[in-house]
């Protein structure tokens, strides 16, 4: 975006795919190598930037058909004004309970503050839990912001709960912070996740630009797709005997051109096609011989169907 000085094209929606890679020790759900789904939308401002790409998510999982137990948590770092406040609020109550924290959080409270909220360490929960929370400090903006992304999830209808732990530690997130959470990937249950990071471009020597955006990891999705849908098929075509092959491609041409899912089953013996072509359950099986298409069994109310066999008659 800044290199090759895209800022002309603001607001930009981008999809971008590809590899990455990890460091740390892989954890269940998680890859040495891995491959992710991204989308952006850089240089909007406005909450209904949040609310596209959060609605927009939200429809990929149904269409992968993995929505189920998936549930969208979500939060609010507030502008910059609420989220300095905050983390000042926060250092200095850890600080006062560092004896009481366990080692991570201790070297979190140095870097980064705020994850010491997600911590999953038991003996950090009750401190985390106790904390002080963004909405004590929230400015009258931040708080519209919020409410805007709110009310705009709820008009497209996208279930949503609020998670005032779900935090970002890098301090050029602002505002909306969300994830996709399933229970069926152990501890790693993060689906897709992502949020605002107003500050990003400015950090990298850009202009300060608004931009919002969320990742899902290609593996992650796959390990939640129990089966690939497949579709039924609407014909399936058996050849009784091999006189009859020319007929029965010629009438695997049409269905296909008349948008008809259609198959053909013109292999094995002659006395077992039929059989072979029952066990995929197609909607339809037309037989075909030496004279030509002769008969159908199974559905006979698919007009599309019923108007190419008729042009046979």
């Not at 759900?29 to 992710?36: K, N, T």
């Not at 009481?100 to 929960?125: F, G, H, V």
């Not at 106790?130 to 497209?156: C, N």
């Amino acid at each position: 975006y800044l290199t090759n000085g895209w800022q002309q094209f603001a607001p930009m929606k981008l999809s971008v795919h590809g590899p990455l890679f990890r460091y740390e020790r892989p954890q269940k759900g998680r890859y040495r190598q891995f491959h992710q789904i991204d989308a952006e939308i850089i240089g909007a401002a406005e909450p209904a930037a949040d609310v596209e790409l959060l609605v927009m998510a939200d429809q990929l999982l149904k269409e992968l058909g993995i929505n189920d137990g998936v549930t969208l948590q979500l939060n609010t770092l507030g502008d910059t004004p609420s989220r300095d406040a905050w983390r000042a609020a926060l250092v200095g109550y850890f600080n006062d309970h560092k004896g009481a924290l366990s080692e991570d959080s201790l070297a979190r409270l140095e870097k980064n503050p705020l994850r010491i909220l997600d911590s999953k360490d038991p003996k950090d929960r009750p401190i985390a839990d106790a904390a002080p929370v963004i909405d004590d400090y929230l400015s009258g903006e931040a708080q519209d912001f919020f409410g805007a992304v709110t009310a705009g999830l709820d008009a497209a209808g996208v279930a949503w709960t609020r998670n005032a732990a779900l935090v970002r530690g890098l301090d050029y997130y602002r505002h909306t912070a969300f994830e996709f959470v399933t229970d069926r990937l152990g501890a790693q249950g993060t689906v897709l996740g992502g949020g605002r990071y107003d500050g990003l471009i400015e950090n990298l020597g850009g202009p300060a630009t608004p931009a919002v955006g969320w990742a899902a990891g290609i593996e992650r999705l796959g390990m939640l797709i129990d089966a690939v849908p497949t579709q039924q098929i609407e014909a399936m075509i058996v050849l009784e005997n091999d006189a009859g092959l020319g007929h029965a491609f010629a009438l695997l041409r049409q269905l296909r051109q008349a948008g008809i899912s259609a198959d053909m089953i013109a292999t094995g013996s002659p006395k077992k096609r039929y059989d072979k072509a029952v066990k995929q359950s197609p909607a339809a099986i037309l037989r075909v011989n030496g004279d030509g298409y002769y008969g159908m069994s199974g559905e006979g109310n698919n007009d599309r169907l019923k108007s190419v066999l008729q042009s046979l008659a």
